[in-house]
């Protein structure tokens, strides 16, 4: 069977290879050392020995930017892996167990809900210092509700099947069959929310880093390359501009493949399998 | 006669329902009222009745998925609810179950060769030759077994249910509505196969249904139930040819019409 697949998917998949195309190669190659100061060649013009110029210390700054797209993705990528892991995990619970349990802990997502997340990244740094692990640590932490329900309330759907009252007679536990049935025919959604929640994770480590919450100098970071760029929006528009466009075409990127694979993968839309 | 198999004393199951005033009690609907039966080996109970009658409650307590409220369940002279949850589990290898929708019942996701097997690995074995001899005696070949749900016609899926029902060489088989999601001529293979696997396996089978005309070319003692009351029990025979309750009667004379 071929379905002409969403234009947002495609759209989506290429933004999001091309950023994580980037991300890698900085690994093992960037024009230059994106740390490199150097004041006489500060606000350089674009050219052939540095692609967009170079900021007000004379970094070059595609380098950094490259930098910061590892950096960005990094801190997204552990984030949206520990806060999914806790939240499927409590979902997944909650969902076996039932009754008082899966009250408590689903209360308990509200009360997540409840924090505003920039608010609780700005609480955890005051109390333990700004760094780019605190900030993983607040964006992980905001994501454990959300994933909470969104894998209880698939889950619920799942429990309700006769594949799983068959497993229970064929003398499974509850454990089991959440490893064997639930987990596998929830994963869709699941992967679904995590692209999305990437896209949020990478604008709040953006918003993070733009407040000084986030990455500390000189680890590079597209939201303190613009918190930076602020002060001389005048003297050197640019600056700003290219970090801004990044930060745009990687949240547009990952947004629009979470969208993309929703569509794909919903079952309101898709044919029984 | 040696003892039963399956035996029913007296099961009571109730539902809350939501309350209608906060000062009263939330009223009860009795799903199941004081049920008795018993079955022996090689032997098939018709329990037959209108949707909302209690069969299908009546059959997730004898599974062992919900406890009666009142009354025991005895198997092969054992009380399901009062054994251990390790002991149950064990236990459950003896009594298996064939679900009416044989859509819903397969894991969409897993080979249908890893969900015959699945009763194998819950008791901490895990056979291919069993797997395919389930397949082959539900009339499929073990090639099949690499093969997903979807890839199969109701009919087939139900043979599938029915080999994951076996797999584990059962004395009691369960089967809630187990044709009645088929077509005419597909429910008549599907009710000889359950006849022969009897012959074969010396099965004793529960079967639930609300088409008497079903229950009637396959049943030794008949249940006849309505709103959790049973209105009659008895040989299929007699409660066929001459019926003792009205209800009875207008179920058979829907099932001829």
Known sequence: MTRKLPSNLLIGAVLVALVVAVALLSLVWTPHDFAQMNIRGKFAAPGAEHWLGTDQLGRDVVSQLMAAARNSMAVAFIAVLLGGSIGVALGLTASAVGGVFEEGIMRLADLGFAFPALLFAIMLAAVFGPSLSNAVLAIAFINIPIFARVTRASANQIWMREYVAAARAAGLGRFAISRDHVLPNIAAPIIVQATIEFAVAILAEAALSYLGLGAQPPAPSWGRMLSEAQTLIYLAPQLAIYPGLCIVTAVLGFGLLGDGLRDVTDPRLSRER | ?257
Not at chain 2, 60 to 66: G, I, L, Q, T, W
Request: aromatic fraction near 6%; charge should be negative; hydrophobic fraction near 45%.
């Open chain 2, 1 to 257: 006669m040696s003892a039963p198999l399956l035996q029913a004393k007296a099961l009571t199951r109730r539902y809350a329902l939501p309350r209608t005033s906060l000062f009263k009690p939330a009223p009860d609907l009795v799903a199941v009222n004081s049920a008795s039966f018993s079955l022996h080996r090689g032997e098939t109970l018709g329990v037959v009745g209108e949707s909302g009658s209690g069969k299908s409650t009546l059959a997730r307590m004898v599974m062992a998925f919900e406890a009666p409220d009142e009354g025991h369940i005895l198997f092969e002279g054992q009380d399901l609810n009062a054994v251990s949850s390790q002991e149950l589990r064990r236990l459950r290898r003896r009594f298996q179950m064939v679900f009416q929708d044989p859509f819903g019942s397969l894991d969409p996701r897993r080979s249908i060769g890893w969900s015959i097997a699945e009763p194998l690995r819950a008791m901490g074995e895990d056979s291919k030759a069993r797997v395919d001899e389930a397949l082959e005696q539900v009339g499929l070949t073990a090639s099949v077994a690499g093969r997903y749900p979807h890839e199969f016609s109701g009919g087939q899926r139900q043979r599938v249910a029915i080999a994951r029902a076996i797999v584990t060489r059962p004395a009691l088989l369960v089967a809630d509505e187990a044709v009645s999601a088929l077509d005419v001529s597909v429910q008549a293979q599907i009710l000889n196969l359950l006849l022969d696997l009897q012959d074969e396996l010396g099965l004793g089978i529960l079967f639930i249904s609300h088409d008497m005309a079903v229950v009637a070319s396959i049943c030794d003692t008949l249940l006849v139930m309505q709103h959790g009351h049973t209105l009659e029990a008895g040989p299929a025979h007699e409660v066929l040819n001459a019926p003792t309750h009205e209800y009875t009667r207008s179920l058979l004379k829907a099932a001829k019409a």
